[in-house]
């Protein structure tokens, strides 16, 4: 007997849930080959402005876990990345990538992961101080997460590029509403599978997919955005730069004309994790 | 239906005002939400909105101090002057004088919850006396809660008695009547409990749904049983009767819904705040963030309004 082809509907994690969007609008992805694949959801602004309601809402919740905790967290998203690598490196083949580019992607994409779980409860240790003054104070500056960062990611590597791009902002507790590549969506949709069954709560990673025209706007004038960390072209750079102007948020571009070698030991840093960090220095009095 | 008060008496009333179907209220009430507010609707629909707040604060940790800052929170929303003021501030009788300092003379009126709220488990004359106390001390309006227990033991005599000693203590001071929603179990409840408030109260009192310290607050399903009970009131006898659905209400999305179902139900004559209210406070922030977001066009984030008093 013949069996009917059951094809699955993709939908965006958002808020801990998965979700169309509210529009109701879905755009066609077709594979390498040029035939058609799946509907994905075409987010709006409505979406975006939901999933940053959602991000606020667990903001405060991930900042109190203890780094020892996110660090767990983070991997175990690794371990069930690899898990399922293979389906993972499918959704890389969709965009063209040979199997050997995909799987070596897929493996950067967890090892990513992993690098920054270990940095979880060891970054403050590097970036906070103990600062000399010259009055009776004892003066030290601890870190916080800056609350929700808008992330926008680039249609190359859309696997690893989107996680170099999260996983910084998260570990230090920032929640983050990140837009996949317009172009390769698919990886992105399995990533939230994979961030719902990882013990990442609800909303502290929100994935929407569509088109950037859309959406970059509302990202740079979304006041609740704390930050921005985008790939993005000359024009997409001045909406983004003026939008935050506007709104007072930081912005961190990088140049989509310019290649980025997301697989390079230089695209993970702690000075990643410092990007979407602010700084509290405390005067405390001491007796004499 | 509950069986725990005598039917018969429930059931000759019920045969008067007509029972409520229940499933049709729940489909019309789902068909609100998919309405299209746009543009000046929706501007005019989020002013309207914040004119019909009544900012409350009830709590046991209410001071003169943070009764002053919600009333220039009621006067004055937001930065931006041409915010309108909200309807009223809802207080507890002992802070009535207070709020009257800050706000008489003003068209934010003072409004007082009594009769021993939010239980209503006080002798008669206790809570008489907490009404013509609040009235004496300026409240402009009088929120008191019905007797539920008397209600659900099948005493609709003595609810409706209870109601116009109230009536008769306000004065001139207007009177919202309490329905408590949450502990009527059922739609015929509130329709019966409606009509029992509607019958004795007179043109320009409230009828309420709930006083926002049980689980259970406004939802547009009782509020749409009240606005029909308020609606057939009036045709049979004239009387406009106000609606104020309380507790619960914290969206911008949700105000407006509401605004439509009372549209929808009784029209634009209700749709001002001498007849339509929302007892809420975190409500006036949403509102003032959408009509910034209206007026700049960029999401707004909440914590760039002023906090009111968070108390449901």
Known sequence: ?288 | MSVRYPTSSLQALLSQIGPVDQVGIDERVAKYGTRSIKKAAKLWGLRTAVTMVDLTTLEGKDTPGKVASLCQKALRPADDASIPPTAAVCVYPSMVRHAKKHVGGTSVKVASVATAFPSGQAPLSTRLAEVRAAVADGADEIDMVINRGAFLAGEFAEVQDEIAAVVEACGRATLKVILEVSELESYDNIRAASFLAMQVIRPGDFIKTSTGKTSLNATLGNNQVMLEAIRDHYLATGVAIGMKPAGGIRTAKQALTFLIAVKETLGDAWLNNTRYRFGASSLLNDLLRQLEKERTGAYQAPYSFSESAESY
Not at chain 1, 68 to 79: C, H, P, S, T, V
Not at chain 1, 152 to 160: G, R
Not at chain 1, 172 to 183: I, R, Y
């Open chain 1, 1 to 288: 007997m013949t069996r009917l082809p059951i094809t699955k509907t993709p939908k965006v994690y958002v808020g801990g849930a998965f979700i169309r969007s509210e529009s109701a609008r879905v755009y066609p992805l077709h594979d390498a080959s040029g035939a058609f694949y799946a509907n994905i959801p075409q987010c709006t602004r409505k979406d975006l402005r939901n999933a940053v309601e959602a991000a606020a809402k667990a903001g405060p919740g991930w900042a109190r876990r203890t780094a020892y905790n996110r660090g767990q967290i983070l991997y175990r998203l690794g371990e069930m990345l690899e898990a399922r690598a293979s389906e993972l490196a499918a959704a890389l083949q969709l965009g063209g990538a040979t199997p050997a580019a995909a799987a070596r992607e897929v493996a950067a994409a967890v090892d990513r992961l992993v690098y920054y779980a270990g940095w979880t409860d060891k970054y403050e240790s590097l970036l906070g101080s103990v600062n000399p003054v010259a009055a009776p104070y004892f003066n030290f500056t601890v870190t916080e997460p800056m609350g929700v960062v808008g992330i926008i990611a680039p249609d190359e590597c859309p696997l690893l590029a989107l996680i170099t791009l999260i996983a910084p902002a998260i570990t230090s507790g920032n929640t983050v509403v990140a837009l996949a590549s317009s172009k390769q969506p698919y990886p992105a949709i399995l990533l939230g599978e994979m961030l719902a069954t990882s013990d990442l709560p609800g909303g502290v990673v929100n994935l929407l997919t569509g088109f950037r025209k859309e959406l970059v706007p509302t990202f740079a004038t979304h006041a609740h955005l704390r930050a921005l960390i985008a790939v993005a072209d000359p024009e997409e750079r001045k909406t983004l730069a003026l939008g935050a102007a506007d709104s007072v948020k930081r912005v961190r571009l990088i140049k989509a004309e310019v290649a980025t070698d997301w697989f390079a030991d230089a695209a993970q840093s702690l000075q990643a994790i410092r990007d979407t960090l602010e700084f509290k220095t405390t005067w405390h009095p001491v007796g004499t």
